[in-house]
């Protein structure tokens, strides 16, 4: 038995890459035994740069630069090149920092609508076919009508309250609420018919105006907008809450 050294090293390397035309930097792992000529063919279609005007900068784990990587029949790990070492690509084609990935400077490809109408292999021409959505005249017409029921039976609900009656408020999902109604109608925030709605606690969400707009007045966060189907108009006095204690 001889007293010989054998250095064994890993058959793979991860390494660092970096480009002059992107900021980004990327791991991959790569054999050593391939020769550097391979190992920029297989650099391009990760850094985008031609092999051909490639140049590789070899720089240690602490980014000190070790050496020009500039032989292409040598092999990657005859270079001193270990676990997250750094291979800087230069690219000597023209490229520009950041021109893979300033999506401004790519050309927009745009369709026009009635070009896209015609085409038979968008989503839009699936959804005809299909009958999906709003391309399904059945569908839309039958949720339309539902809409117009509705929409009439809340007018037909808001119709029926008066600005200062007390009122009960039962919104789905929340505590039965009483208060005092101070406004009945359309309003600007959103389509349909509301009931504006001043609480006997500050229940609410704000002083009766919605968006700038002030449709009626009370304490911040003692108003809120409900629909006139939630809202049951009635004799429902004001409670004491225990305020004949001093």
């Given at each position: 038995?001889?007293?010989?050294?054998?250095?064994?090293?890993?058959?793979?390397?991860?390494?660092?890459?970096?480009?002059?035309?992107?900021?980004?930097?990327?791991?991959?792992?790569?054999?050593?035994g391939i020769s550097i000529a391979d190992l920029k063919g297989k650099l391009e279609m990760v850094m985008g740069t031609p092999s051909s005007c490639m140049d590789l900068e070899l720089?240690?784990?602490?980014?000190?630069?070790?050496?020009?990587?500039?032989?292409?029949?040598?092999?990657?790990?005859?270079?001193?090149?270990?676990?997250?070492?750094?291979?800087?690509?230069?690219?000597?084609?023209?490229?520009?920092?950041?021109?893979?990935?300033?999506?401004?400077?790519?050309e927009k490809f745009e369709l026009s609508d009635d070009a896209y109408e015609k085409k038979t292999d968008t989503a839009r021409s699936f959804m005809k076919k299909q009958r999906v959505g709003r391309f399904n005249e059945?569908?839309?017409?039958?949720?339309?009508?539902?809409?117009?029921?509705?929409?009439?039976?809340?007018?037909?609900?808001?119709?029926?309250?008066?600005?200062?009656?007390?009122c009960q408020v039962q919104v789905s999902g929340q505590p039965t609420k009483v208060g005092t109604v101070m406004y009945v109608g359309t309003a600007d925030f959103k389509p349909g018919y509301w009931v504006g709605v001043k609480y006997d606690e500050p229940l609410g969400k704000h002083d009766g105006s919605v968006d700038g707009k002030q449709y009626f007045e009370c304490e911040n966060k003692y108003g809120a907008f409900v629909k006139p189907l939630t809202v049951t108009v009635g004799d429902f006095p004001e409670e004491d809450y225990g305020l004949d204690e001093m």
């Open positions: 038995m001889d007293g010989g050294v054998i250095v064994v090293t890993k058959p793979t390397v991860n390494v660092r890459l970096t480009s002059t035309i992107s900021s980004f930097e990327v791991q991959r792992r790569f054999n050593r720089f240690g784990v602490n980014d000190k630069f070790l050496q020009k990587m500039d032989d292409n029949e040598a092999m990657l790990g005859s270079y001193p090149v270990d676990d997250d070492c750094r291979i800087h690509v230069i690219d000597r084609s023209g490229g520009q920092l950041g021109e893979f990935s300033d999506v401004s400077k790519v059945e569908e839309m017409a039958k949720k339309k009508a539902e809409n117009a029921a509705r929409e009439e039976e809340q007018k037909v609900a808001a119709d029926a309250i008066s600005v200062g009656s007390r």
